[in-house]
């Protein structure tokens, strides 16, 4: 649960929060089944009003939440502040002690979980949140290996959410030695792995990573450059070990909120990658504009339709009002 300041206020000097409802894989889910692609989100809440209200969210964007598992007494949450021009945004976790923190292996049946399921998600902010939370998103990848689902992940490096003890890069080789599909970006890879571009840039960063995991078919990354909190350039690249395929790049210049970029970049180039299968190209550029629209929309989740991504891929960005 995100509580926010309003517009660009200070949580300090806030008198009333925003309320909103999301996280890294239930925002691509939210995605994909906004883009008419079947989703299910599989957590542990707990059993309460705010639980019900996060479910009933994710049902009104088309989300199944079948497997969701119940126990706990509260849910994670996290505040934030909007940034604007020098002053940056700012996040603050308040995750100890929430149900999916104190998740233990054997909690969620992951063979009825991936029972007609041909892909599943995770992202690094899993398996920072707890111990537990990391055992457990290693017995779901393994489960979904073992069926032969294709996975995925986003490194998602969170330096505020490491504090149980192990650091990243200790807990999340054996994840995303599992993975097909890695996503991230040059911090993620450097504070996770250690990997450092060389004078070929985000080109050698893809290739470290698949060196590293050779199981990998795919790597990934985002490419934000930040001019102010309120205007950045945005796009993306995807490797596939032969070719580096490279989204345009977007000039983002009144950013309306960034939180779950990532996500809807990854929720943009799972449909890609769907539903045009060796077009890597159109799936980045799918991709790239999914998450460049996301940044006109408040909340964690990507409230826009293929066709309106579509329109964006085909060059219309003027904004004009559609009558």
């Not at 209200?53 to 994710?58: D, F, P, Y």
């Not at 294709?150 to 080789?173: E, H, I, Q």
């Not at 097909?180 to 504070?191: F, H, P, Q, S, V």
Request: aromatic share 8%; proline share 4%; hydrophobic share 40%.
């Amino acid at each position: 649960m995100r509580l926010a300041a309003p517009g660009f206020g200070r949580l300090g000097h806030a008198r009333q929060l925003d309320l909103y409802f999301g996280g890294g894989e239930a925002n691509v889910a939210a995605s994909l089944a906004n883009f008419g692609v079947p989703a299910e989100f599989v957590t542990r809440l707990p059993e309460n009003d705010l639980a019900q209200a996060c479910l009933r969210e994710l049902h009104a964007y088309g989300v199944a939440t079948d497997h969701v598992v119940f126990g706990g007494s509260r849910m994670g949450i996290y505040f934030t502040e909007t940034g604007a021009v020098a002053r940056p945004g700012n996040v603050i976790y308040d995750r100890e002690h929430s149900a999916i923190a104190e998740i233990k292996p054997g909690m969620i049946d992951w063979d009825a979980v991936f029972e007609g399921a041909g892909w599943f998600h995770w992202t690094g902010i899993t398996p920072a949140i707890s111990a537990g939370a990391a055992e457990v998103c290693l017995e779901a990848v393994r489960a979904a290996r073992k069926r032969g689902l294709t996975v995925s992940c986003d490194l998602n490096y969170r330096k505020k959410l490491w504090k149980y003890g192990k650091p990243a890069g200790a807990v999340m080789p054996p994840l995303v030695e599992e993975c097909d599909l890695i996503l991230g970006n040059e911090e993620d890879a450097e504070k996770v792995f250690g990997i450092k571009p060389d004078a070929q840039g985000y080109l050698s960063v893809c290739k470290q990573l698949m060196a590293r995991f050779p199981r990998a078919k795919k790597i990934a990354i985002t490419l934000r450059g930040s001019i102010n909190a309120n205007h950045n350039t945005w796009k993306g690249v995807l490797y596939d070990g032969n070719t580096l395929y490279e989204s345009r790049q977007y000039d983002i210049t009144h950013i309306v909120d960034r939180i779950g970029g990532g996500d809807s970049f990854m929720g943009g180039l799972i449909y890609g990658l769907l539903t045009t299968p060796g077009d890597c190209q159109r799936a980045v550029e799918f991709a790239a504009a999914a998450s460049c629209l996301k940044h006109t929309v408040p909340g964690d989740f990507n409230q826009v339709s293929v066709a309106e991504v579509e329109n964006l891929m085909g060059g219309n960005a003027s904004g004009r009002v559609n009558r």
